[in-house]
Structure formats: C-alpha cells, structure tokens
C-alpha cells in the first residue's frame, strides 16, 4: 500500500475539518477510498455529495511513487460530464496567478496535516457566490478544462 494509515487519516481529518460544515447545508461526506488509475497510480479520495441535484466535490490526494511530490486536487462535478478544478475555475473567473497558487500544496511546506489544511483552507477561501450557487444547483459554470498543452 502506498498510502499509511496515518496518511489516509490526515487526510480524511483535514477535509473534513475544513469542508465539514458544509453536512450542515445537506452535503453528505462519504467514506476515503483508495483507488488506482493507470498513469496515475494509488491516490485517495473523498466526496461531499449534495444528493439533491447529485453535486460533489471531490477531493484527491496524489503522490509520485518515489514520495518526492503530492499534490491536493479539488474537483466540482456535475453528472459524469460536467467537471472542472478549483484551479481551473478560478483561472475562468480570472483570479490573480498568486491565489490559484494558493490552493496547490506544494506551496506548502511542513507536517503533511498542517500543509493540507493549508490548502485545503485557501481553497474554501476562494470560493465565491457563483461557485457556491453552482455546488447548490443553481446555475452549473461553463469552465473550460484546462489541458496544459496536452490538447
């Protein structure tokens, strides 16, 4: 296994100790996963899920099989066809470089929970009313996907 049981539990604890309210407002937080994409390898995952219009934000947490780099991903889903990340949303509402940083770990440094709920923080601070109506069902964003040069 690539992923310690202590990591799993960090990350789990950080999502919810950031994005936990949000069970307040109806979301439901499923259990941590552990699952596999070719290309990818083993990374973790947890889901907020609105069950009502079948919203959810998706959370993963990624490691290069050397252990050198992690990453923190966010992604808003809609269905099967409509997603987008943190990142690329706020590129499409035309955020400045230094705060879509802010939700990428890296830019982190420390204790694996402190740099989480970094991140994970400045993401939730991102977050805006259209995002939020968007998570709420009320109108789904038209974020074009960002393919890095790989289109």
Known sequence: MMFSANEQET?????????????????????????????????????????????KMEFWYLRTPDGKRDALCVFFMRGQSRVFTIEEYLKWRGAPFDKIKECQLAE?????????????SATRSAYDHKLLEALSG???????????GLK
């Open 11 to 55: 990350f789990r604890d950080s999502v919810a100790l950031v994005f936990g309210d949000f069970e307040l407002r109806g979301y439901i937080l499923g259990s941590l996963l552990v699952q596999e994409v070719a290309g990818l390898g083993e990374y973790l995952s947890l889901t907020l899920l609105w069950d009502a219009t079948a919203t």
């Open 108 to 120: 982190y440094e420390g204790a694996l929970r402190d740099r989480m709920i970094r991140c994970l």
């Open 138 to 148: 009320v109108a789904w964003p038209s974020v074009p996907i960002d393919w890095g």
